[in-house]
């Protein structure tokens, strides 16, 4: 099943069992998140429309208060020791982890989402949000590339970044929306159900057709 059509269909679970509930047992229904990556077909200052990675269309709230982040690329080199960093990553046979993506969070996102966990990007993928407690050359097999050992309360894990790989780092868009938030912009949004209806609630977007690697 496609992103699009799970995103439909948890929409519609979670209303269904919002308006099941009798009156007087009824509780707040937890908020599905999921995750929508495209292009923006459509958007105004109420509603987002958006061309699902599979071509699939999904139709949003636009709340006044929609967090939006501009991505940005970067070189290797802005992986430093003690960056505090997300990998997306796959898992390999060797117990690794082989990065297809690296976030450097700014200073201020320090500890944010910090842990292992899977990651929806991919089949497989993986997430660490960790700080780079050591860094070096990566194995001959991966000319070019970084090996980060990555540090998180609970463990560490040891990820390969091949050269070549998307490093990015965002910030906030503050007053720039108008200028990123346009048809066409490559996003990535993180949506919910409020009131009953598909709301986007974040939005990590990409200037002049950069893609967010995320």
């Known amino acids: 099943m496609s992103k699009a059509k799970i995103?439909?269909?948890?929409?519609?679970?979670?209303?269904?069992?919002?308006?099941?509930?009798?009156?007087?047992?009824?509780?707040?229904?937890?908020?599905?998140?999921?995750r929508v990556r495209g292009a923006i077909a459509h958007v105004d200052a109420n509603s987002l429309t958006i061309k699902d990675r599979s071509g699939e269309i999904v139709t949003l709230v636009r709340p006044a208060d929609m967090r939006v982040l501009e991505v940005l690329p970067l070189d290797m080199a802005a992986i430093k020791p003690n960056?505090?960093?997300?990998?997306?990553?796959?898992?390999?046979?060797?117990?690794?982890?082989?990065?297809?993506?690296?976030?450097?969070?700014?200073?201020?996102m320090r500890?944010?989402?910090?842990?292992?966990?899977?990651?929806?990007?991919?089949?497989?993928?993986?997430?660490?949000?960790?700080?780079?407690s050591a860094l070096a050359a990566?194995?001959?097999?991966?000319?070019?590339?970084?090996?980060?050992?990555?540090?998180?309360?609970?463990?560490?894990?040891?990820?390969?970044?091949?050269?070549g790989t998307p490093i990015v780092t965002f910030k906030p868009a503050q007053d720039d929306q108008a200028a990123l938030v346009v048809q066409g912009a490559k996003v990535?949004?993180?949506?919910?159900?409020?009131?009953?209806?598909p709301t986007a609630s974040s939005m990590l977007v990409g200037r002049k057709g950069f893609t967010p690697p995320m």
Not at 111 to 132: I, L, Q, S
Not at 147 to 163: F, H, Q, S
């Open 7 to 34: 995103l439909a269909t948890s929409f519609a679970m979670a209303a269904s069992t919002t308006l099941s509930l009798p009156a007087p047992a009824q509780a707040p229904a937890a908020e599905p998140t999921v």
């Open 83 to 108: 960056s505090f960093v997300g990998a997306g990553s796959l898992p390999q046979p060797d117990g690794t982890q082989r990065a297809v993506e690296v976030l450097v969070f700014p200073e201020a």
């Open 138 to 163: 990566a194995p001959a097999t991966v000319p070019g590339g970084k090996k980060l050992v990555l540090r998180y309360k609970d463990g560490e894990k040891t990820v390969i970044v091949p050269r």
């Open 188 to 197: 990535t949004v993180t949506a919910q159900v409020k009131d009953g209806r």
């Open 111 to 132: 500890g944010t989402g910090e842990g292992f966990r899977p990651w929806d990007y991919m089949p497989n993928g993986t997430m660490t949000n960790a700080t780079v």
